[in-house]
């Protein structure tokens, strides 16, 4: 089939490739460049730089509302737009002018986590499992039928960076399998009952309150990893946690204070319970495993997180 691609994060990079190699790239639509690094020069975003190196044409208006964006779209004489985290609110002439209309590869077990940060929230809140749902596109918010779905569990030590690969990968390949197969298969409305929103992640949230349960701090710290990362202050300097598992007994200690533990380990209590700390982010520094960041930071026996 002659297909639009539209995708911006790193996310949809395996879905452009997968499909890239069995059907015509009638172009890929992304975000803009955006100002990055140190020097602030424009940099495209990796589908842009994928699909470049792929010899598709690019197209990355700031806007499809306008008479012209749509004009655009629809010459481009598409049977079908695949649509992963793109970026932009599709309006009705965009997602009419596919001769088969438009789906979204959305990374939740829909009606839960629609919206913006589904994997984010799915390990915040928990869950013990999420997916990918191959929806038909409609003028609401992630509401449209699901033409295909997968699940896949959501294992005691995984962070948001783990499950985004995982979920990109299996993206990629219900996507191939939606097309494939998109003469049979019936799209199912979602049901009512189980809607919820997944907000856009604030920075706000970031900020480790060492008072809360230890499940919930164990949730913060791999949902939101890496990005943009729960954060405390370890003596005089702000540290990212990436990766944590919770600790075995009932963490005997006033909250944020660093527990006894087995040589290169850290244990902090919590305000129930305890978290062990896996990796470390110091500031401007690579990521680290405890070890290597209880021998490179110098703290005092009775130290604590804060």
């Not at 049977?79 to 001769?99: K, N």
């Not at 038909?136 to 295909?148: A, F």
């Not at 943009?228 to 963490?251: F, H, I, M, N, T």
Request: aromatic share 4%; proline share 9%.
């Amino acid at each position: 089939m002659r297909v639009i691609f539209m995708g911006s994060p790193d996310f949809a990079v395996p879905a452009l490739e997968a499909l890239a190699g069995r059907h015509e790239i009638a172009a890929a639509y992304c975000q803009p460049p955006r100002p990055a690094g140190r020097g602030q020069k424009p940099r495209p975003c990796p589908v842009h730089a994928r699909a470049k190196a792929l010899g598709l044409a690019v197209h990355h208006p700031a806007s499809l509302r306008d008479a012209a964006a749509q004009a655009a779209f629809a010459a481009l004489g598409a049977d079908v737009a695949v649509v992963a985290a793109y970026g932009l609110i599709l309006p009705r002439e965009v997602l009419d002018a596919p001769r088969r209309g438009c789906l979204n590869i959305h990374a939740s077990l829909l009606p839960r986590w629609r919206g913006a940060a589904p994997i984010h929230r799915a390990v915040l809140a928990g869950d013990a499992e999420t997916g990918i749902c191959i929806m038909r596109m409609e003028p609401g918010l992630d509401t449209g039928p699901v033409l295909l779905a997968e699940a896949t569990p959501i294992g005691p030590e995984d962070t948001t960076g783990d499950l985004h690969d995982r979920l990109a990968a299996l993206g990629a390949r219900l996507a191939v399998a939606a097309l494939d197969r998109l003469d049979e298969l019936v799209p199912q409305p979602q049901p009512e009952a189980g809607v919820t929103y997944a907000a856009k992640i604030d920075k706000a949230e970031a900020r480790i309150n060492w008072t809360r349960p230890a499940i919930e701090v164990d949730r913060q710290i791999r949902g939101l990893s890496p990005f943009p990362g729960a954060w405390c202050a370890a003596g005089a300097e702000r540290v990212k946690l990436l990766r944590s598992r919770l600790a075995d007994g009932d963490g005997d200690g006033s909250p944020g204070a660093l527990l006894p533990a087995p040589p290169g380990r850290l244990v902090v209590a919590c305000g129930q319970g305890a978290v062990e700390i896996l990796q470390v982010q110091r500031q401007g520094r690579r990521p680290m495993e405890a070890a290597e960041f209880l021998r490179g930071l110098a703290l005092p026996s009775a130290a604590r997180f804060a």
